[in-house]
């Protein structure tokens, strides 16, 4: 009986901490949601069903979150594993520097989120003083000035993307340097005794040796990229509703915190709504790795 009862005993304090951090919010989330008119102050509402859900898919704040949050994911998560890959890949098959090339690739990972964003902001953004040194660049080659920061919506969009790759490809980079470097070197050296091409043995060696990181990253990536909402704010500032570049996720915080703020039921619909995506998303991955992903 004591033998039962003692691994339980080391696992209260994680399940505690769970409960009270994890569960119980969770719950009051799904509670809050089905509030109709929730008064945060009181802690009335003048009646239960799906109002909520209801208002905010008809909000065009959330449509135009919504609609940017599935341009970043579709279009960062596959190009930033793709080129975190391609340099991997670089870094494995050079010896001289390599220590050094892998630390300037990390090195945004461990570089301020905000700060990254304003010195993008000073790469990007057209001033009074300056149009910015990557219109200056584009005007050089005759084009026209382009405010990125401030200007059309493709270019925002444009500099998000670029904005999201660059912070999230050192994780990648690190990730994949370390799974090309766990691959067996037996399978190389065969190859090499048939003289099977290089494409040939990235896709039928080194790509399904390292398929499993390559699918973590993937879902991590899909995750993030839902989730985004900081690099926004660093690069267009908190009002991100004018800007038109806010994210499911800002849109969450301003029902609760924002210009807007003061409506947790409709904050908790949103959540509800961006936990379900990425449940269906995660959940299609799940299956599509069964028949794509090599498990050694």
């Keep these: 009986m004591k033998k039962s009862i003692t691994p339980w005993l080391c696992l209260l304090p994680a399940i505690a901490f769970l409960g009270v951090f994890m569960v119980y919010p969770l719950v009051d989330v799904v509670v809050y949601s089905f509030e109709e008119g929730y008064n945060f102050a009181s802690g009335s509402f003048w009646g239960t069903g799906f109002y909520n859900f209801s208002y905010v898919l008809h909000d065009p704040f959330f449509i135009q979150a919504l609609k940017n949050t599935f341009i970043i994911v579709i279009i960062t998560v596959p190009l930033s594993t793709g080129i975190a890959l391609l340099i991997s890949l670089g870094l494995s098959n050079i010896k001289a520097l390599r220590d050094l090339f892998q630390t300037v690739y990390f090195l945004p990972y461990v570089t301020n989120t905000l700060a990254v964003g304003l010195v993008f902001m000073i790469l990007f953004k057209k ?170």
């Design 127 to 296: 001033t009074a003083y300056s149009d910015g040194l990557v219109s200056l660049l584009i005007q050089l080659f005759g084009g026209p000035s382009v405010d990125f920061i401030d200007g059309p919506y493709w270019a925002k969009m444009f500099v998000m993307c670029f904005y999201t790759i660059w912070v999230v490809m050192p994780f990648k980079i690190l990730i994949l340097t370390s799974a090309l470097a766990s691959v067996d070197p037996v399978y190389y050296k065969a190859a090499q005794v048939d003289a099977t091409p290089k494409w040939r043995v990235f896709f039928k060696i080194t790509l399904p040796m390292i398929s499993p990181m390559v699918f973590y990253l993937v879902i991590t990536g899909f995750i993030g990229a839902f989730k985004a909402y900081s690099d926004e704010v660093a690069l267009f500032g908190t009002n991100l509703n004018a800007a038109g570049m806010n994210t499911i996720v800002g849109y969450v915080y301003d029902m609760l915190y924002g210009n807007s703020g003061g409506y947790p039921s409709y904050a908790s619909a949103a959540a509800l709504i961006l936990f379900a995506i990425v449940f269906t998303i995660t959940t299609i991955n799940l299956m599509v790795s069964r028949k794509t992903v090599y498990y050694q």
